[in-house]
């Protein structure tokens, strides 16, 4: 799984795979009563803002839909927890995997895939009740969970760049970028500014967030492709994207901007799009223009994704 996740999907969102797969090491937190922790596989990338790499502490689930329990979500949730603060004191965890003389930021990752496909319910609702018991992850430890509809999601984005890439639709990598605005915090009162212009990563956060974007430059100029996850079942779905649009002048900064749905889009997504342009120009006082006409909508082809036709992962790992 480690393999085609970093060849077929990982790669497309500037993530490199680092140090060995499926490996445990020792446990170095006398609190954590355990001999080691596993580690499936760890992916990096550099942060867009920060002079930081951001290390992915990935554990790999494979789960028919009977097996998906919150039980089994909140054993795999604490088991994470608790490798993520062991790794950035554990010199064996940070040989294997970190690059030396550079700040780490690490981080879990929970990544359930329904190897039979019959599991359909959000990650939201994955998780409705594994927090009906507490689940002991440490304070301070950063830990996000991939559900199934989210590896089919990711796994379509990546499947679209990959053939517009092949089409001649999109650039090379390096002439390619996720989209980071430069923004200011009103709290701390400081700019947040990216690191570079091209070639800068999806973030996790970004990862599971309702659009992704991915700008990319031609002898024409600049382009965008929006992937978007939601359904465009009503137009005030659409109000929150066009806010964001205009507030970071992607109207004006880009010559042709696609809309790509899921293939479980709403049948009348377009209208729907049409409306929330409307409906923004009219209670806003913002015209759109002659900009709008940039915009356009399609739908992504649906792949799908084949990893294992078994359990993995489930209970304890014999090595513990």
Same mark, same amino acid.
């Given at each position: 799984m480690a393999t085609e996740l970093s060849d077929k999907v990982f790669k497309h969102f500037y993530w490199s795979k680092v140090g060995p797969e499926n490996v445990p090491w020792e446990c170095v937190k006398t609190e954590h009563d355990k001999t080691v922790h596993p580690t499936d596989v760890v992916f990096a990338y550099d942060d867009p803002y920060r002079? #930081?790499?951001?290390?992915?502490?990935?554990?790999?689930?494979?789960?028919?839909?009977?097996?998906?329990?919150? +039980?089994?979500?909140?054993?795999?949730?604490?088991? @994470? +927890?608790?490798?993520?603060?062991c790794a950035p004191i554990s010199e064996e965890w940070t040989r294997k995997y970190c690059r030396p003389g550079e700040g780490a930021d690490i981080k879990g990752v929970l990544f359930v895939y329904n190897h039979d496909g019959d599991y359909q319910r959000s990650t939201k609702d994955l998780l409705e009740h594994v927090f009906d018991e507490p689940v002991k992850i440490p304070t301070g430890v950063d830990v996000h969970v991939i559900g199934p509809k989210d590896v089919q999601y990711l796994y379509d984005v990546a499947a679209q760049i990959s053939r517009h890439r092949g089409d001649g639709i999109l650039p090379v990598l390096a002439d390619c970028s996720y989209f980071h605005p430069d923004v200011?915090?009103?709290?701390?009162?400081?700019?947040?500014?990216?690191?570079?212009?091209?070639? @800068?990563?999806? #973030?996790?956060?970004?990862?599971?967030?309702?659009?992704q974007m991915l700008k990319y430059r031609t002898g024409e100029g600049e382009g965008l492709k929006i992937f978007y996850r939601g359904e465009g079942a009503s137009f005030q779905e659409f109000l929150y994207l066009l806010d964001y649009m205009v507030l970071y002048q992607i109207l004006s900064r880009f010559r042709q901007i696609e809309i790509l749905m899921t293939s479980e889009a709403n049948e009348n997504f377009t209208?729907?799009?049409?409306?929330?342009?409307?409906?923004?120009?009219?209670? #806003?006082?913002?015209?759109? +223009?002659?900009?709008?006409?940039?915009?356009?909508?399609?739908?992504?082809?649906?792949?799908?994704?084949?990893?294992?036709?078994?359990?993995? +992962?489930?209970?304890?790992?014999?090595?513990?």
């Open positions: 002079e #930081t790499v951001v290390y992915l502490n990935f554990d790999l689930k494979s789960y028919s839909k009977s097996s998906i329990t919150p +039980g089994a979500l909140r054993d795999a949730l604490v088991s @994470l +927890g608790m490798a993520v603060d200011s915090h009103p709290v701390r009162d400081r700019a947040r500014i990216a690191r570079k212009e091209w070639q @800068l990563p999806i #973030t996790i956060e970004m990862i599971l967030a309702p659009w209208a729907h799009f049409e409306q929330a342009i409307q409906s923004y120009e009219k209670y #806003t006082l913002h015209s759109l +223009g002659e900009k709008k006409a940039k915009i356009s909508l399609s739908v992504m082809d649906r792949t799908t994704p084949k990893y294992f036709t078994t359990q993995l +992962g489930m209970g304890e790992r014999s090595y513990d």
